[in-house]
């Protein structure tokens, strides 16, 4: 597959296309050690920011089809913790498809930066879902639930503590349980960004004023939670794919159902998916943006095509993730 001609010279990260679970092209660009010089390869654990909701979305599911939770649950029954001006009326389905209306600790729609949050609030502090609850839940509610579509992290950190409260783990440990090793993701996990393990890239942030690179362990959470975080490789990812695709990890009408349209309408959104619509269908994918970190993986049902891009110092994946799928376009 011809695609080398799309890529910029300065990309950095990994790309991944396969067509019926055949590579077609896999590739590894910059390095995972910038002042070291160590290259990034198809082993390389990278952060994936809000990509991480796609499996807290299928925890949810799972629990949902093994009768432990229902979409209509409300949180006020599930979480034993004060949700003060939250409306303890929300429910899971309202979580997982950004419609419950409530506060947000990090509105996309009206703050640019994530590296804002951490001014005042430490981001060392964050390694579980309940350190987050601080910057969110004395706020009041953004707008009356379901009233419309509005991406929400705060909804997902709140799906991972019900997701621990039923469970009795810790979120990533039940995520592991049930998704990461039975589809061979053994390279896949929610790492704290003190004590990485063997092969995971750093992320890098440009800093205009000192014109130079620092990484971004001062800009992001220093350990992935419900809205996002967690590291994996390209591999890993095709592996989910996989796993979703062949129904390993949810029934056959569940895993439709995931990927059905339930809110939004430029942007729409399944559980944990992003959708476009295509056709008489949809482009699945999910993605993910943090400092020094962009992420986006799709699935083109017609094609049976999945196309992955990773970059550890955030570059445009998005533009690159358009030019390789109108090029695949064109090979028809």
């Known amino acids: 597959m011809k695609i080398d001609?799309?890529?910029?010279?300065?990309?950095?990260?990994?790309?991944?296309?396969?067509?019926?679970?055949?590579?077609?092209?896999?590739?590894?660009?910059?390095?995972?050690?910038l002042p070291n010089k160590v290259p990034n390869d198809i082993e390389t654990k990278f952060a994936t920011a809000s990509a991480g909701k796609v499996f807290?979305?299928?925890?949810?599911?799972?629990?949902?089809?093994?009768?432990?939770?229902?979409?209509?649950?409300?949180?006020?029954d599930i979480l034993d913790f004060d949700l003060r001006a939250i409306d303890s009326g929300i429910t899971i389905e309202e979580l997982l498809t950004h419609t419950s209306g409530m506060p947000d600790y990090f509105d996309e729609s009206i703050m640019n930066e994530y590296e804002e949050l951490w001014i005042d609030f430490p981001n060392y502090k964050i390694r579980s879902n309940q350190d987050l609850l601080p910057l969110f839940i004395n706020k009041p509610m953004m707008y009356e639930r379901k009233r419309k579509f509005q991406?929400?992290?705060?909804?997902?950190?709140?799906?991972?503590?019900?997701?621990?409260?039923?469970?009795?783990?810790?979120?990533?440990?039940?995520?592991?349980?049930?998704?990461f090793l039975p589809c061979n993701m053994r390279n896949t996990g929610y790492y704290e960004l003190?004590?990485?393990?063997?092969?995971?890239?750093?992320?890098?942030?440009?800093?205009?004023?000192?014109?130079?690179y620092r990484t971004n362990i001062f800009s992001v959470d220093a350990k992935g939670t419900g809205a996002g975080g967690a590291f994996t490789t390209?591999?890993?990812i095709q592996l989910f794919w996989q796993g979703l695709l062949s129904h390993q990890l949810l029934s056959y009408q569940m895993t439709k159902n995931m990927m059905t349209n339930h809110s939004g309408e430029a942007d729409c959104y399944g559980y944990g998916l992003w959708l476009k619509k295509q056709g008489n269908?949809?482009?699945?994918?999910?993605?993910?943006?943090?400092?020094?970190?962009?992420?986006?993986?799709?699935?083109?049902?017609?094609?049976?095509t999945v196309i992955t891009l990773i970059s550890n110092?955030?570059?445009?994946?998005?533009?690159?993730?358009?030019?390789?799928?109108s090029a695949l376009n064109q090979n028809d």
Not at 56 to 76: M, P, Q, S, W, Y
Not at 313 to 325: E, N, Q, S, T
Request: glycine share 8%.
């Open 5 to 33: 001609h799309l890529i910029n010279t300065e990309f950095r990260g990994c790309i991944s296309v396969t067509q019926e679970n055949e590579p077609c092209f896999l590739k590894a660009y910059g390095y995972a050690d």
């Open 56 to 76: 807290v979305a299928v925890g949810i599911l799972h629990l949902i089809e093994t009768g432990k939770l229902n979409f209509n649950d409300r949180i006020g």
């Open 194 to 212: 003190d004590c990485l393990p063997e092969k995971c890239a750093y992320h890098y942030i440009y800093d205009a004023s000192r014109n130079r």
């Open 234 to 236: 390209i591999k890993d």
């Open 313 to 325: 110092y955030g570059d445009d994946v998005w533009k690159l993730h358009k030019a390789i799928a």
């Open 281 to 304: 269908d949809y482009l699945s994918y999910f993605q993910g943006s943090d400092p020094g970190v962009s992420f986006i993986s799709s699935y083109n049902k017609e094609k049976k």
């Open 151 to 179: 991406y929400n992290n705060a909804g997902y950190v709140l799906l991972a503590l019900i997701m621990e409260k039923i469970t009795g783990q810790a979120f990533d440990h039940y995520l592991k349980e049930k998704i």
